[in-house]
């Protein structure tokens, strides 16, 4: 990179603060005076909101914030009464959180492989496993399909043969918030849908922050217990709980930014058709378009088997980039060797590994800094 060349980051958090600084400062101001900082009205108004956003046009959800996303998951699958003697199938492409929320709910997870088009949960080989489960293994209670990088799912394929075997589907949509199936937001299909909300995603807090939702108003109460200590009435442990509570100043920001999600998603979806238009020419191949998914664009991914040559040369014309993720969950310290895989065995996933890089995506890119990724892209 020469001296005149300056960086464009591959995600830029505090770009999302400045954009609305003022109605920020604002609402963190109003929950500083108001003298009440967790779970309170802010917590309420904004459940209500995303609530309204998310469900719009479809059947009423039920939100619940929460810490963050992987107690979404946690929530979810305890509210689901899914735990210790369970098995829960996702996938070993993802955060390592979802793996980790499914240990922490006690249950046992099983990884299946991706569709190497889409990078999600390959529904060949979860109709497979639901059909003959593998041996040894507690029962399939729960499936937790991952939409990657901003992509769905094949949910239709997913969701039949979760109803047929009996098993709950919860969307892990911590990546695609405003991505669409068919028109219909993700996460109004299966009967549980957690978001992280951290501040690299779509919707995402100034700190940490997560949001379950469900149709399913009894389920919902649950979940609302269980953040707090299992309590329905101040200081009686109905259920068994945890501490997973949403902070005002976390409620308040995410109130202020969910008004700008919309258009924060459009303005990801064109960044992303500028680098397709990018990439006419060149063997790197765009992120796949599914038939009726409207993709959300939380990353951009591109892969190659000459991935470090072209991280570097992207580099050195400024353009940074990260790799989402570089060692499956499987292969990592915490869990090799003792984690069930597939039929599979995650080929495909490993493949991933090895070779996808995610482009600089943020919504507050500027026009110059989206021509010079595009730029670099057609000099590669
Ligand atoms: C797919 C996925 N699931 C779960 C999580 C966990 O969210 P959090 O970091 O808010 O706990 C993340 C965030 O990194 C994620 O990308």
Known sequence: ?????????????????????????????????????????????????????????????????????TDALVLALRGLRVGPGATVVTVSHTAVATVAAIEMAGATP??????????????????????????????????????????????????????????????????????????????????IACFSLYPTKNLGALGDAGIVSTTDATLAADIGAIRQYGWRERYISDLVGVNSRLDEIQAAILRVKLTVLDANIARRRQIAAAYDAALVESDLVPPARVDGVEHAFHQYVLRSPRRDELQARLRAMGV???????????????????????????????????????????????????????????SL
């Open 110 to 191: 099983l990884l299946l492989d991706i569709d190497p088009d889409t990078y999600c949960m390959d529904p060949d080989e979860l109709i497979s496993v639901l059909e003959s489960p593998p041996p040894g293994l507690p029962p399939i209670k729960a499936v937790i399909p991952v939409h990657l990088y901003g992509q769905a799912c094949d949910l239709t394929r997913m969701l039949a043969a979760c109803d047929e075997a009996g098993v709950a589907l919860i969307e892990d949509v911590s990546q695609a918030h405003g991505a669409t199936l068919g028109g219909r937001k993700l996460g109004t299909f299966g009967k």
């Open 320 to 378: 940074a980039t990260s790799i989402h993720y570089p060692l499956p969950v499987h292969r990592q310290g915490a869990y090799a060797g003792r984690i069930a895989l597939g039929p599979a065995g995650c080929q495909e996933t490993e493949a991933a590994a090895r070779e996808v890089f995610s482009l600089p995506l943020y919504p507050e890119m500027t026009d110059s800094q989206v021509a010079q990724v595009c730029a670099a892209l057609k």
């Open 1 to 69: 990179m020469n001296a005149t060349t300056t960086l464009v980051p591959q995600a830029d958090p505090g770009a999302s603060y400045r954009a609305q600084k003022a109605e920020i400062d604002a609402a963190i101001q109003r929950v500083l005076e108001s003298g009440w900082y967790i779970l309170g009205k802010e917590d309420v108004a904004f459940e209500q909101e995303f609530a309204a956003w998310l469900g719009a046009g479809t059947q009423p959800q039920h939100a619940v914030g929460c810490a963050n996303g």
